[in-house]
């Protein structure tokens, strides 16, 4: 099969041709060549980002899919990696049918305030602890577009 140009790749993999370009940056797929202004990328590539996509839409950062590609092109998936993400998935399916029941019965609930019934109240102490939770995380950092004046690139501030 003949090489394809970014545009051909973007509309059979259904991926804009900007992520593309940033996928490369990042290592996650090579182009092999030019065609005039246009990347030209092996057919193979549509395989690699289907993986991209799996690995996102199972929530897998894109440090941790890039970590997937060996040198050479060969795919290393790590199958602990896999099984630990499949036990998060597992929590979060937990958590979220546990909310999508508490919502469905308030839905429907006789009581005549929701403040009124034990089920609803449940669900609020649930959603209070989850909130607490979070807040003791310390925000992040904003991430900087341009190094700070008389600063390279990956230089810090103390």
Request: net charge positive.
């Amino acid at each position: 099969m003949r090489d394809l140009d970014i545009a051909e790749v973007a509309r059979r993999s259904g991926v804009a041709a900007s992520t593309l370009r940033f996928y490369e940056a990042k290592g996650l797929i090579a182009s092999v060549g030019r065609r005039g202004l246009r990347r030209l990328f092996d057919p193979g590539v549509l395989e690699r980002l289907a993986l991209i996509s799996l690995g996102r839409a199972a929530g897998f950062s894109l440090d941790e899919i890039a970590r997937v590609f060996a040198p050479g092109g060969r795919v290393r998936i790590d199958r602990r990696m896999l099984a630990d993400k499949a036990e998060e998935l597992d929590g979060t399916i937990r958590k979220l049918s546990a909310l999508r029941e508490g919502l469905r019965h308030a839905a429907a609930c006789p009581a005549p305030s929701h403040l009124e019934c034990p089920r609803f109240r449940r669900l609020l102490g649930l959603a209070a602890a989850g909130t607490s939770r979070r807040r003791k995380t310390p925000p992040s950092r904003p991430s900087r577009t341009r190094p700070a004046a008389g600063k390279r690139p990956g230089q810090h501030r103390p």
